[in-house]
Nanobody
């Protein structure tokens, strides 16, 4: 199995920046995508950003132009640079890797336990 561990969450003021990191405890045989999701208080987990191994990225509309996802398949690790943070960004942020741990079986979703980002003045 594999463990994904997020870090970088903090309490910040509106307009400030944070960089979230997510590290996996072992290498993957193949990674299809790496992504970030978040869960706002009282709401379901929602998609934030995704990247594939070709460098294609996709963002939810509310973070476009403010957040940037990046990653390194060789570690593997995935990052989320968050700029111009808003109170509405307050949430627990989860990293996600979709891929094969070994050459057997099929791809699966792997999740971290989350890191809390609070944006408040």
């Amino acid at each position: 199995q594999v463990e994904l561990v997020e870090s970088g969450g903090a309490l910040v003021q509106p307009g400030e920046s944070l960089r979230l990191s997510c590290a996996a405890s072992r290498l993957f045989f193949t990674i299809e995508t790496m992504a970030w999701y978040r869960q706002l208080p009282g709401k379901q987990r929602e998609f934030v950003a995704l990247m594939d191994t070709l460098g294609f990225t996709n963002y939810t509309e509310s973070v476009q132009g403010r957040f940037t996802i990046s990653g390194d398949n060789r570690k593997p690790a995935v990052y989320l640079q968050m700029n111009k943070l808003e109170p509405e960004d307050t949430a627990v942020y989860y990293c996600n890797i979709f891929g094969w741990l070994t050459e057997l079986g099929g791809p699966m979703n792997y999740w971290g336990k989350g890191t809390l980002v609070s944006v408040s003045s």
